[in-house]
């Protein structure tokens, strides 16, 4: 069974930076999209930035030039570098893989971003 377990989380001021993590375990055949999603207060999940096997990225626009998603197959790892982080990128965010062969796709518990002064 897949498991996927985030990191990174945490409040921090307008303009500030975080780093998100996600390690991806239990799977036989690696990923093909591995990705963050969120959900704020009220709102639909949406998606933030997603990654596919040869390093393709897909950013929402309301991120482009301050979010980097990056990944590490080896190791089974998805990130996201946040830059220049503004009071509207609060929500609960979301790692989201997808396996390679099974198509199964799997979520993370979630972890809080917080940007208040």
């Known amino acids: 069974q897949v498991q996927l377990v985030e990191s990174g989380g945490g409040l921090v001021q307008p303009g500030g930076s975080l780093r998100l993590s996600c390690a991806a375990s239990?799977?036989?055949?690696?990923?093909?999209?591995m990705g963050w999603y969120r959900q704020a207060s009220g709102k639909q999940r949406e998606l933030v930035a997603a990654?596919?096997?040869?390093?393709?990225?897909n950013y929402a626009d309301s991120v482009k030039g301050r979010f980097a998603i990056s990944r590490d197959n080896a190791k089974s790892t998805v990130s996201l570098q946040m830059n220049s982080l503004k009071p509207e990128d609060t929500a609960v965010y979301y790692c989201?893989?997808?396996?390679?062969?099974?198509?199964?796709?799997?979520w993370g518990q979630g972890t809080q971003v917080t940007v208040s002064s």
């Open positions: 239990g799977s036989r055949f690696g990923f093909n999209v």
């Open positions: 989201n893989v997808r396996e390679l062969r099974t198509g199964g796709n799997y």
């Open positions: 990654i596919i096997l040869s390093g393709i990225t």
